[in-house]
């Protein structure tokens, strides 16, 4: 499994922005949550070069994902021949 990274982005359009479709305008923060560096970015290109900077920070492997069922408090787990369904 290939290496993950997870991000928080907020993205608004500025109220003063041109016309959507002619002058797509975006401002916004990102976080990358492992690290805790963040960045505020003007331009779509600005975001991804942030996220492709810093999207092996802050984990030494990748971590696999689990894949068990969620047991919800109090119940039972499921049977195997359950889980398959």
């Known amino acids: 499994m290939g ?3 997870t991000f928080v982005v907020r ?3 500025p109220a003063a922005a041109g016309d959507a479709e002619t002058d797509p305008v975006i401002r916004g923060d990102v ?3 492992a ?3 963040a960045s505020a970015f003007a331009t779509e290109e ?3 070069a942030f996220i492709r900077a810093t999207r092996g ?3 030494a492997a990748p971590v696999e994902r689990d894949t068990r069922p969620v047991v919800a408090a109090g119940s ?3 049977a195997p021949e359950e ?3």
Request: avoid cysteine; charged fraction near 15%.
């Open 46 to 48: 600005h975001l991804l």
């Open 11 to 13: 993205v608004w359009a």
């Open 31 to 33: 976080e990358h949550v």
């Open 35 to 37: 690290s805790g560096q």
């Open 57 to 59: 920070l802050g984990r």
């Open 76 to 78: 039972a787990p499921l």
């Open 3 to 5: 290496a993950s990274a």
């Open 83 to 85: 889980t398959e369904r």
